[in-house]
């Protein structure tokens, strides 16, 4: 089935010309640029308010919910800070709206999805934003609305694995605050620069620390055991809502809480609903278990490779760390688990 979106037809812009947040990664910060500001405030963006960035977390890490909107204004913040351009700003601001309610548990539900790469919500971008009122908004301020759209204009906001990108670095550095692995990210932040489009560290030592603070999110959260099983149980529960009729795709595409209020009413009269229910919300013990499993899950695993400023040339820190060459190789495979619910 392919991605459903209303359009907003009521929708009128906003007359405020500023917008002031407190971010917990770039401190206070203000953004008065007419075009960004009316994009911050249209309903697609406030739509990813209520959309966790991570998936559905809290019954695993009670206290750590952050949104897709904080993530989505971090990278155009970043990008403006490093000076992008407008347009690259816009694209960072953007690039998330198309993720359904509970992020990427939606490759875990839709047969289109992939457990793998996790690649749902960048396949039904283009179509789905086209939909929104935000080419309206871009057409108003006299922005190309296809070059904004097409990703591979923006190198500093977008790149592959492993290499370095704004998107990859907020949400790293914004990651890593939210479950205190870090008290500040000022260190990485000040020993980042963009050279030809690309994010260099000043020197190696600074690249190394926050390639292995990368690669303890990813073992810990990205694609560890806690993410296997909630992109498996949420992907069951709302699979099985699906199938019943309890919810529609498109109510996939309102926002986590919507989506759950719709269920909860079923919860009593569906016996199997509620035990999907206990299992989602970590209340059914669970361990990774080869020799005998309910279910096999794949996670997206992601580790980066940073360039950096090394004896005056500019090189990957695998380039200087045979070791980390290594590690790249092995964390760029997707995470294999085999889920036991006891």
Not at 9 to 17: A, H, I, T, V
Not at 91 to 111: P, T
Not at 162 to 190: G, H, K, M, W
Not at 308 to 330: A, F, G, M, T
Request: net charge negative; aromatic share 14%.
């Amino acid at each position: 089935m392919g991605c459903v979106r209303p359009r907003f037809n009521s929708w009128q812009p906003d007359k405020r010309m500023e917008y002031n947040i407190k971010d917990r990664v770039y401190g206070e910060i203000e953004i008065s640029e007419p075009v960004l500001v009316e994009i911050i405030n249209s309903p697609s963006l406030q739509r990813l308010k209520k959309i966790s960035q991570a998936g559905y977390f809290e019954p695993y890490f009670p206290g750590t919910w952050h949104s897709r909107f904080e993530h989505s204004l971090g990278v155009c913040i970043l990008l403006k800070q490093y000076g992008a351009s407008i347009e690259e700003q816009i694209a960072g601001l953007i690039h998330d709206v198309s993720h359904s309610a509970f992020s990427h548990c939606i490759d875990y539900v839709l047969s289109a999805g992939s457990q793998k790469e996790h690649y749902h919500q960048d396949n039904v971008f283009y179509d789905y934003i086209k939909k929104t009122e935000i080419p309206e908004i871009l057409r108003k301020y006299n922005f190309d609305v296809e070059y904004i759209l097409d990703e591979s204009n923006f190198p500093l906001e977008e790149k592959n694995l492993p290499q370095l990108c704004a998107d990859r670095i907020d949400y790293s550095l914004r990651t890593a605050l939210v479950f205190n692995e870090i008290d500040s990210a000022q260190f990485f932040l000040d020993n980042l620069y963009v050279e030809d489009s690309n994010w260099v560290f000043k020197n190696f030592e600074s690249a190394k620390k926050y390639a292995e603070l990368f690669l303890k999110l990813n073992e810990n959260y990205f694609a560890g055991i806690h993410s296997a099983i909630m992109f498996c149980t949420v992907g069951e529960y709302l699979k099985y809502a699906l199938y019943k009729g309890y919810i529609s795709e498109k109510d996939l595409y309102t926002d986590d809480n919507s989506v759950l209020l719709k269920i909860d009413s079923y919860l009593s009269k569906d016996e199997h609903l509620s035990f999907l229910f206990k299992k989602m919300n970590n209340k059914i013990k669970c361990d990774n278990q080869l020799d005998d499993f309910d279910n096999e899950i794949f996670c997206k695993s992601k580790i980066v490779d940073p360039l950096c400023c090394h004896n005056r040339e500019i090189k990957l820190v695998s380039q200087i760390d045979s070791n980390w060459k290594e590690i790249v190789e092995d964390c760029s495979k997707p995470k294999q688990y085999f889920l036991k619910f006891k």
